[in-house]
């Protein structure tokens, strides 16, 4: 009865699981609708590939695996074409350019590329947690911006994917009309993304923390 128990709570899990992504943008699309608030389908849909990466690093469920990566994706693109979106429509780029506004746009994109960089470095499977549900064998990485590169003038960067986000997301966050029209967006996508930083770095999970390996394993999730 114990196992049959277990069963049916992981096979309802599970479809949770798999219904998140359209139910995530059938709720907060009906309710965007039915208020006339762009600014709920936004704050509503922003967070949700954090929250599915803290999840999958806690339960390292092999099974949904495949669903996480579609899901997170799919989550993430969505997400930062309306960051992009919010931000050049709040700061008028077009009619009112700035040397500030191209600065911050500027260091925006490299915040970006360096987590792009980072996940090329790692490849998908193990940004996505490959490592940890034993898809993947442990590899250390050497190349920038895991380690240093043209003969130590670029110091390798800790956790670059989370860095370099939180950097660009930072960079953006700095512009006055982005800041004074959205102020609750950038800082939330930040703690997320440094929440999950700790959750890694203190290896937060449901089953037993494994031996760590002697090199210092790269941060994930991108």
């Known amino acids: 009865r114990d196992m049959i128990s277990r069963r049916l709570v992981k096979s309802m899990g599970e479809m949770v699981?798999?219904?998140?992504?359209?139910?995530?943008?059938?709720?907060f699309g009906s309710l965007a609708l039915y208020r006339q608030s762009f600014a709920i389908f936004l704050y509503g849909t922003s967070f949700q590939h954090y929250l599915?990466?803290?999840?999958?690093?806690?339960?390292?469920?092999?099974?949904?695996?495949?669903?996480?990566?579609?899901?997170v994706l799919i989550f993430k693109t969505i997400a930062l074409a309306q960051l992009a979106y919010v931000?050049?429509?709040?700061?008028?780029?077009?009619?009112?350019?700035s040397l500030g506004l191209l600065a911050a746009i500027v260091m925006a994109a490299m915040g970006y590329l360096t987590s792009a960089l980072?996940?090329?470095?790692l490849g998908v499977d193990r940004t996505y947690f490959g490592i940890e549900l034993g898809l993947c064998k442990f590899e250390y990485t050497s190349a920038w911006p895991y380690g240093s590169a043209l003969g130590g003038f670029l110091?390798?960067?800790?956790?670059?994917?989370?860095?370099?986000?939180?950097?660009?997301?930072?960079?953006?966050y700095a512009v006055g009309p982005f800041r004074k029209q959205y102020p609750l967006l950038v800082p939330i996508h930040v703690s997320l993304?440094?929440?999950?930083m700790l959750q890694?770095?203190?290896?937060?999970?449901?089953?037993?923390?494994?031996?760590?390996?002697?090199?210092v394993k790269p941060s994930h999730a991108s």
């Open 193 to 196: 993304y440094l929440l999950h």
């Open 155 to 172: 110091p390798g960067i800790p956790h670059p994917m989370i860095i370099g986000q939180v950097f660009a997301l930072l960079s953006l």
């Open 52 to 71: 599915r990466y803290m999840h999958q690093y806690y339960v390292r469920d092999v099974a949904m695996h495949g669903t996480f990566k579609r899901d």
């Open 87 to 97: 931000f050049l429509q709040s700061v008028e780029w077009l009619t009112k350019p």
């Open 17 to 27: 699981v798999s219904l998140h992504l359209p139910l995530v943008y059938l709720v």
């Open 200 to 215: 890694e770095i203190f290896d937060f999970h449901a089953g037993k923390p494994k031996a760590k390996p002697k090199a």
């Open 118 to 121: 980072a996940t090329v470095a």
